[in-house]
């Protein structure tokens, strides 16, 4: 890959580190709306999101200086507004431990006696079945699911074992399934 070609923001950001007020506006309305979109799965609540989408990019940009382009800027601001909501949500006291999620629905092993098409999906519908997860499983289900994360990663990141992951993120997807059972079609 041509390395001009690798992150198409490469002189906004040099703009920014040069000081130029209207780049880091430019840069910001490039990815402000994706990483609202990160800091609300994680947060779960507007203004929360807001409030780490704000931190995120304050932190960004005084660390500009230390971003060197081995990544894109998006993958690095990403990084960053994704810590800033898990050292939030640590602040909170989450338990990331597996007797987080409720043990009284189907297990996994019943996985294949629900029908896809039943659940009639919608993004509108597995957002709101998602928010309605514990607070550590939506964190991890995001991470995994949505933000490419693998479990070695969240491990890392959250300071748990790779198999508490995995055993959050498999027993988050069959909770996501079974609200979306219950949940009234739109």
Not at 10 to 25: D, F, H, T
Not at 51 to 63: I, K, N, P, S, T
Not at 122 to 140: D, F, Q
Request: hydrophobic share 40%; aromatic share 10%; proline share 2%.
């Amino acid at each position: 890959m041509n390395q001009e070609n690798f992150d198409i923001h490469r002189q906004l950001v040099e703009a920014c580190k040069a000081g130029n007020r209207k780049a880091y506006n430019e840069l910001y309305n490039s990815y402000a709306k994706a990483m609202y979109n990160i800091c609300y799965r994680m947060m779960n609540n507007a203004e929360d999101a807001r409030d780490m989408l704000q931190e995120g990019f304050v932190d960004a940009f005084r660390r500009l200086d230390l971003f060197r382009f081995e990544s894109t800027f998006g993958a690095w601001l990403k990084k960053i507004v994704i810590n800033k909501c898990i050292n939030a949500l640590e602040k909170r006291k989450i338990t990331w431990a597996d007797e987080e999620i409720p043990d009284d629905f189907t297990s996994a092993s019943d996985d294949e006696n629900i029908n896809e098409e039943e659940l009639e999906l919608s993004v509108e519908r597995v957002k709101k079945a998602m928010n309605r997860l514990p607070e550590g499983a939506r964190v991890i289900f995001s991470l995994y699911l949505l933000e490419g994360y693998d479990h070695t990663e969240i491990s890392e990141i959250l300071h748990i074992s790779e198999s508490t992951s995995k055993t959050q993120f498999m027993r988050a997807r069959q909770l996501v399934k079974e609200i979306l059972l219950t949940m009234p079609a739109l």
